[in-house]
């Protein structure tokens, strides 16, 4: 919820992220870099914590495959730090089609 009030995302553009249905708007982009912070998956070097993503990944997922997912993930690079952010999300997202729990 801090997330959305700092970046102004709208819950209804949340919800549908965790449907999959990924939004190239500014706001969600904001709100994912926001969400990616505060739970730790990126640092505050801006880099992708693995370890830290795979713990906040469903019950039930493969922990092997998201592992090789998100490293292959890690790497990706936006136009800002909110681009970056997204992308790493649109990468792992469709490289499994699970997501970490928002």
Known sequence: MECIKQT???????AELKKGHLNES???????LCFFQKSGIIGPDGKLNV?????????????AEATKVLEDC????????????FQIFKCYYSGTKTHISL
């Open 8 to 14: 102004g995302a709208k819950p209804e553009v949340i």
């Open 26 to 32: 500014d706001d969600l982009k904001k709100f994912t």
């Open 51 to 63: 370890e830290t993503a795979l713990a906040k990944l469903p019950p039930g997922v493969d922990k």
């Open 74 to 85: 890690k790497n990706k690079k936006g136009k800002t730090a909110e681009d970056t952010a």
